[in-house]
């Protein structure tokens, strides 16, 4: 058996799971690609949840084993809780993922773990503490996250292996376990990905229309909502002809919807709700390029699945864009914090759509080249071959 530990929240009710649709997507590959059976590991809600995409799938005939841990203030609860995780790991041949106390477990148990990570300590330390202000209380958290991740150091040495989401914490993990695999996690299946004919239909579309710009994810500073929409601001303000919309959720939509309404934005920036994966993806690709103000490193979803849709990225060299936008020449870097240069770049690929259509056609091959199945063959070729290590 398998137990898989993942830190997205789920709730078992009535015999339904509420789970993010990605991660229940996923799962029916592993299904399909892995000949054990499967057990995954989650928080159970608590209600507190920002996930854009959840679904509710009939218990009955799930395919894998749930099982959700409350780490509520239920001192009962939570030692029931330990325990049935405890005895899961111990009954399990591989854990993959991390988190939890699995790596203490698995370790007592003698149970090879293969860690999955995306953020480096830089992204952790940013994302623990973008929502403080209070700069004892930040450095505090910032110390705490710190010598966390000193102290996960130890575990990542001894685990048969780490599954690495994006450049950042691959780069950053060298020093510590030889056996590291490079992925690059998205939605976008190669099906998905816009055609030649589609792609090359919006290339020449006649140039009296204005250039569209999007934006989509989650309406939070880390993610650079608000400077998205400055960056449409400018660029009209500069008399560009391009529209900004934007389609997500989030602490800044309020301020996102005041700004798009100044008179100069009326008719030109869109503030959208969020709208669910797969209408994203036919929304995308009438859009010519996507503005990506992130402040942190994440190797987010949306640098491939933009893509997919064939739209160069302009937007800020946080170390993950950085290197993305060098491997795969689709698209420019700016420093962070600085939409002024983002609109330089707009500016840049308007006046030279032969560059702005080169970009286009190398989005949709390098999707094409990291497309989902291929990035997941990847990580499950991983597991099988360290399951046979094992039983060698």
């Not at 292996?161 to 060298?174: L, M, R, S, V």
């Not at 009296?208 to 660029?235: E, H, Q």
């Not at 707009?346 to 990035?375: C, I, N, P, Q, Y």
Request: hydrophobic residues 40%.
């Amino acid at each position: 058996m398998i137990t898989m530990i993942h830190a997205n929240r789920v709730r078992v009710e009535g015999g339904t799971l509420l789970v993010d649709r990605k991660f229940h997507l996923g799962m029916q590959h592993y299904l399909s690609a892995i000949s054990h059976p499967i057990v995954s590991i989650h928080p159970e809600c608590d209600g507190s949840e920002n996930t854009m995409d959840m679904v509710e799938v009939p218990l009955k005939g799930l395919g894998y084993g749930v099982m959700a841990i409350n780490g509520g203030s239920n001192a009962a609860k939570a030692a029931q809780d330990a325990s049935r995780m405890a005895d899961q790991i111990r009954s399990s041949r591989l854990v993959y993922g991390g988190g939890m106390g699995s790596e203490a477990l698995c370790a007592g148990a003698g149970v090879p773990q293969i860690v999955v990570l995306e953020y480096d300590l830089a992204t952790q330390i940013k994302v623990s503490t973008s929502q403080v202000t209070n700069p004892l209380r930040k450095a505090s958290r910032a110390l705490k996250v710190s010598v966390g991740y000193i102290k996960g150091i130890a575990n990542l040495r001894r685990s048969a292996g780490i599954h690495c989401n994006g450049y950042p914490i691959y780069d950053a993990t060298a020093a510590y376990n030889a056996n590291r695999l490079l992925y690059l996690d998205s939605r976008m299946y190669e099906s998905m990905v816009i055609s030649e004919a589609q792609l090359e239909a919006r290339l020449n579309r006649p140039t009296n229309t204005p250039l569209k710009l999007l934006f989509s994810g989650r309406y939070d500073p880390i993610k650079g909502a608000l400077d998205a929409v400055r960056v449409g601001l400018a660029c009209v303000a500069q008399g560009m002809d391009i529209e900004l919309h934007c389609y997500g959720q989030g602490s800044q939509r309020d301020e996102m919807l005041r700004l798009a309404s100044q008179p100069n934005a009326r008719g030109r920036i869109h503030i959208h709700q969020a709208v669910t994966y797969p209408e994203l993806v036919e929304i995308a690709r009438n859009f010519d390029l996507f503005v990506c103000c992130h402040v942190q490193s994440d190797p987010s979803c949306t640098y491939l699945e933009s893509f997919g849709s064939g739209l160069p990225i302009v937007g800020y060299a946080n170390t993950m864009w950085r290197r993305l936008s060098e491997e795969s020449q689709a698209g420019l870097c700016t420093p962070l914090h600085q939409p002024d240069r983002v609109v330089g770049d707009v500016k840049r690929l308007v006046a030279d759509s032969g560059m702005r259509h080169l970009m286009s056609r190398r989005a949709r091959t390098f999707a094409l080249a990291h497309s989902f199945e291929r990035e997941f063959k990847l990580r499950t070729d991983d597991i099988k071959r360290t399951l046979e290590q094992e039983r060698g």
